[in-house]
């Protein structure tokens, strides 16, 4: 607002509009879309302006160009300079401004993208993934599901979290709580109770870690699925282990996640005293993106019971926090059918406390591990996408080298490391 009453021409802002109100904004009568990043990858603002034919100037940094046809880059694209951008806007308004074809039409974009999800169902027997064989015969419609609950008497927050399991309506539930941490013996002897419609039953494992209590209480079920809650944890929809249900039968999946929203403030407080710090969605079983990041899921998962015994369960660490990446890592690498919903059934009270010790190198090497175990058991429908991991783990020691000048020729770096 300042430097604006240096100018000699009106302006103002138009900050209220979302995506389509903003291109039919941008379609009117003399207006041009000036897209000027400095930096940039294949920006949706550049490509909107493009599918709806608004007249544009964009600069030709990063993916930009690609976007435009070929033909039209010369009357659009600008490098990202004062002089020449005022030079571009200048000639626009003398000459009138310019609308871009893309470079790919649209229509066989999508026509590419319906086919290639058409023969997905066709594809070769030795591409699907690795699968247990399971009994025939149909499933039942209300399978039999465990909640195993981890509780860490340290911790605060189980009777938030028991409070939003008896409210689930899934008819044929079992919820098993596994009280873990402090001092005192490990004992497993299990106790009865009830939790409003729900079987409940309590072991006690007071010596352990979440992972050994969470296979403790693993033996103590009887489901044919799974579900794993920990004490952060709140399922907001009484229908949210029902869709979990339902959803892995219908696509066949032997574990399934959803996204999270994170949240600040107690869980045991009322639901307008939570504030939505976060969410995140998840991609799914892709064990080459997994060796990164956790594309996954939480350790709150659907999971079945031949699978869990597949993956052999979680591993016990006392200093790290990883346990779902692990689990789901070492899922993936097995060829088992990991699927996500976007949907958010689940709410995760943020613990600043906890969450300071994911970026450790303990962790780091945790979720590294069911990737570089020796003997470890890989499908060979995966096997082959481990070769995008070295590929993308040197992609980005390139990168490094080029940002800190240091040149990839063997004769200029350092001393070779072995070993």
């Known amino acids: ?24 904004y941008l379609r009117g009568d003399g207006r041009l879309a000036v897209v000027s990043s400095l930096a940039d990858n294949f920006p949706n603002t550049a490509l909107e302006c493009v599918g709806a034919g608004v007249p544009l100037l964009v600069s030709n940094v990063g993916g930009i160009p690609e976007i435009i046809d070929p033909a039209d ?136 870690e979440m992972g050994a209590a969470r296979n403790a209480a693993v033996r103590e079920a009887k489901g044919e699925y799974l579900f794993f809650v920990d004490d952060h944890t709140l399922l907001l929809a009484p229908n949210a282990i029902s869709v979990f249900v339902q959803v892995a039968q219908r696509v066949d999946a032997d574990i399934l996640t959803s996204a999270i929203s994170f949240f600040l403030g107690s869980s045991n407080g009322s639901s307008e005293s939570r504030l939505e710090h976060s969410r995140r969605p998840f991609l799914g079983g892709d064990a080459a993106t997994g060796a990164f990041v956790n594309c996954f899921g939480s350790t709150n998962a659907l999971v079945r019971r031949d699978a869990f015994d597949t993956i052999g369960g979680f591993s016990d660490e006392a200093v790290s926090t990883l346990d ?63 070769s995008k991991v070295v590929q993308f783990g040197q992609g980005l020691k390139f990168e490094r080298d080029a940002n800190t000048g240091t040149p990839l020729s063997r004769g200029e770096q350092g001393p070779a490391v072995t070993g």
């Open 1 to 24: 607002s300042d430097r604006s009453k240096a100018w000699n021409v009106p302006w103002h802002l138009v900050a209220n509009k979302y995506q389509k109100a903003a291109i039919e």
């Open 324 to 386: 779902d990446w692990e689990l789901l890592s070492k899922a993936a690498l097995s060829g088992l059918r990991i699927e996500t919903m976007p949907e958010v059934f689940l709410w995760h009270r943020e613990d600043q406390d906890r969450e300071s010790m994911v970026h450790s190198l303990v962790n780091a090497v945790r979720s590294a591990r069911p990737y570089t175990i020796p003997g470890r058991q890989v499908a060979p429908a995966v096997e082959r996408t481990l």
């Open 73 to 208: 880059r010369e009357n659009v694209c600008f490098e990202p300079r004062p002089d020449v951008l005022a030079e571009r806007i200048r000639s626009s308004l003398e000459q009138g401004a310019f609308s871009a074809r893309p470079s790919a039409s649209f229509a066989d974009t999508e026509g590419n993208w319906v086919r290639w999800h058409a023969g997905l169902s066709h594809r070769a027997k030795n591409e699907q993934p690795a699968r247990k064989e399971r009994p025939s015969g149909r499933e039942s419609i209300f399978p039999l599901v465990s909640i195993c609950f981890a509780y860490n008497v340290r911790e605060k927050g189980a009777e938030a979290t028991l409070a939003s399991l008896k409210q689930q309506d899934y008819p044929h539930l079992e919820i098993i709580l596994a009280e873990c941490g402090g001092d005192g013996s490990s004992g497993s002897k299990a106790s009865l109770a009830r939790l409003g419609n729900h079987e409940l039953r309590k072991i006690y494992r007071r010596g352990s």
